[in-house]
């Protein structure tokens, strides 16, 4: 374990002469006379100032909103800024995710990172450099428009200035200029380029302190005693003596059915808590989920319905009743995880009285994709005001959603507050596997008629749970261990428009009719009510956001069902999709996908080629993939050869890291495809492990032998603004495997994941 001390806001604005490009939603009073000598503009009534970028004589530092998940970012942000200030990215320092220092930029999801938080940190790296540059003309006493930078370095008549002699004396904060003036595409030198990962280094030698190395002084251990399923109720504690008796035991602390245990060791606190060496806990039994095998007919019953949501409505069903073939199919997707591959890990730090300096009086560590959003949740579990708490990213295990991170630094708050110390939490792969909230299945109705020349009308009815229940900044029931303590979560969305119903829609010219029917998650105080009724029961497991949310199944059904109407009606996949988009981007990475296509195997013989598009959440970035694949005649198990996808998405930062996010997609999606499913039995979920010879125990992934050969096309648009590549791959891999698998076998399956067994029996 070591230490990690973050330097306060003082200790990096201390000095002569700075310079800080700052953020303000408040009134723009600015406040002089602060004991460094910064002019202060406030971010909001009563919170600290927080700046985008703070230059320095010895520093320039970014402070990012958007954290380092794994992906990235880290190197493209700073790519982002150093090109506005003519700089390398070497250059920078680099604060992400403290509610203390760094801007709130929401969360670090849905692909967005670069897509809003690089607009908004290019602005920032422009208005700095805008008063560099008005500096460095009265230095040299020459007209702006005549000066020159590079590397640090201001130019014009022979004469130069650096940035660091700038930065000497003098400060300044400044508003975030949105009209400051930012260079052209044809300037760039640094964005464009696929620039070493400035993260990798310190993960390849093992100096890279990762939260679980997290320790402040003095750090206890903490372990949550689990119900044994979601709704189990009134748990009785017995043997509080022989857990008391283990070396390094601390406390109990419960609050209702919140119980973990306190030790001055991690070994200690498993003791603790172990039936075997420690406590031991009866639980009353709480009522049954929806059966794993009735999913696809339950999701269809209206029982489990709350409200229908129509997206899209083009008057179809004239079109269907004239059509001289309609066909009609039914998908489905199971519950799938996050699966992190490093168990969950938060530790956090909750004293008696508030530090009289800054006010803080909860110090929380933790691998979360929204500081903002869990700083204020934490702060309602442990009855503080949100100023009083400090939520502090550090890396963990790596995320494409909404993990069991969030809830493990609930568990880390509440544990330190009894504790009256700071406490380290890691969950244990059980914890991780049965307790995160996953990816929401999902059935789809669909229905298509053909002309002519193709598919002339279009219907999709999806039905699906929530894809978003992320701790929500005014709720602490939106956290496990709050709704552990008797509280409620969020009523259910009124909508699934861009949540479970992200993609459900098409971009093709064809007429159509999306709706959406609303799973509820748990018991309502009504019919038709999104509300949570006490007790909290589930119907099904917690669900909320994966990566790429409902786009995953919505684009498996679409893109499979296309590929149905296609051979249906006699057409070349590919070419009916070239043909029915209207976009020319979208045309254009179907059309890179040719040469592969064109040279496809003839399918048959458990060998075949299939393809799929999308644009991702309907207005973003544009991908085509084609996939080949190999079914063993003898065990009909499904093997993906080879993918290519086109990816389109506008101006690209980093070619490398681009590639990087589009290979991680293609393999997270087949193992999605031909893998994973989340099983669970009665209120539990059985998948708690990764290998196990007990069916539905085990949660399967793809392994590094199975990964194929992937190759990317990348369509750089440098005059188009630049959209996220973490999450629009995804969506179309499920249904360029299926169709590869159909154009393999002759069988069509609607049903996830691809195993063996369903396509043993036909079309499935």
Known sequence: MTTVAKPSRRQFLAGAGVLAVAFTVGNGVAHAGTPDGIVRIDDSAGEPDQ???????????????????????????????????????????????????????????????????????????????????????????VDARELHAADGVFRARGRSVGYGRLLRTGSSVLPLDTAAPVLAPRDYRVVGTSQPRVDLPGKLDATFAFLHDIAPPGTLHGRVIRPPGRNAHSPVIGDLDRAQAVDGFVTLVRHDRFIGVVAATEWAAARAASPS?????????????????ELPTALRDPENQYATVVEIDDGVDPLFAAAGTVLTAQYFTPFHMHATMGASTAVADVRSQPDPDTGIQATVWSGTQNVTALRGALAGLLGLQPTAVRVIYEEASGCYGHDGVDDCAADAALLSQAAGAPVRVQWTRQDEHGWEPYGGAQAHDMKGALGTHGITA????????????????????????????GLLPDPLPASSVDTSGRNAPLTYAIPQRVEARLIKSFETIGPASPAPAAPLTYRIPRTTALRSLGGFSNSFANESFFDELAHAGGHD??????????????????????????????GGDGVGAGVAFHQYEVVNAYVATYVEVHVDAATGAVRVDRVVVAHDCGLVINP??????????????????????????????????????????????????????????????????????????????GGAVANAVFAATGVRVRTLPITPDKLQGGTA
């Not at 009815?461 to 709704?483: D, E, F, I």
């Not at 029915?580 to 003839?602: E, I, M, T």
């Open 51 to 141: 700046s985008w970028l703070v230059l320095t004589e010895d520093a320039i530092t970014v402070y990012s909103g958007k954290v380092e998940l794994g992906t990235g970012i880290q190197t493209s942000l700073t790519q982002i800024v150093v090109e506005e200030l003519r700089l390398r990215v070497a250059d920078v320092r680099y604060v992400q995710g403290d509610t203390l220092l760094s801007v709130s930029q929401g969360g670090t999801t849905g692909s967005k990172s670069i897509q809003n938080g690089g607009v908004q940190l290019r602005q920032a790296a422009a208005t700095a450099f805008a008063e560099l540059r008005r500096r460095a003309a009265a230095a040299l006493r």
């Open 656 to 733: 490398d890291g681009l590639r990087n996010q589009i290979e991680g997609n293609v393999v997270q999606g087949i193992s999605r495809t031909l893998k994973e499913e989340v099983h669970y039995t009665g209120d539990a979920v059985t998948s708690l492990v990764w290998q196990s010879a007990t069916p539905g125990a085990a949660y399967d992934v793809i392994r590094f032998n199975e990964v194929p050969s992937i190759e990317t096309i990348l369509l750089d648009r440098p005059d188009q603004p630049a959209w996220g590549a973490g999450e629009p791959t995804i969506g179309t891999i």
């Open 573 to 602: 996949p590919l070419r009916l999709r070239i043909d029915s988009l209207p976009d020319p981007r979208a045309v254009d990475v179907c059309r890179a996908l040719l040469p592969a296509w064109n040279r496809r195997p003839k």
């Open 277 to 293: 060496t420690g406590i031991t806990v009866t639980w009353s039994d709480g009522p049954a989920m929806i059966p794993q095998a």
């Open 458 to 485: 279009w219907s999709h009815l999806n039905y699906a749970p929530t894809a978003n229940s992320r701790p929500s900044a005014g709720n602490p029931g939106t956290l496990l261990a709050g709704a552990l303590t």
